[in-house]
């Protein structure tokens, strides 16, 4: 039975403006993941995915690689109560 999560999660470290969100998005897709990314104000990347857990765990696993250009220093996850309340994974501005 699959176990569906939602997963609310901070990335810190050179993370903007080296096609971070962009290729986040492209693996949540990929892995059917739904939810949004955004880049904050004071450098980092907040993200929140919803999915099945393995889904979702695999998306938290590449966020500590990134693209070829990011040098990530962390990632914080916050487990949440599932919701169910998007179709699609999208950037946020």
Do not use: C
């Amino acid at each position: 039975m699959t176990r569906l999560v939602r997963a609310h999660i901070i990335v810190s470290g050179l993370v903007q403006g080296v096609f971070y969100r962009a290729t986040m998005q492209e693996v949540a897709r990929s892995l059917g993941v739904t939810g949004w990314v955004r880049n904050l104000p004071d450098g980092r990347v907040e993200a929140v995915a919803e999915g099945d857990e393995e889904a979702v765990k695999k998306l938290i696993e590449w966020a500590w690689r990134g693209p070829p250009m990011a040098r990530v220093e962390n990632v914080e996850v916050k487990w949440e109560d599932y919701r169910g309340e998007f179709r699609d994974f999208y950037i946020r501005w």
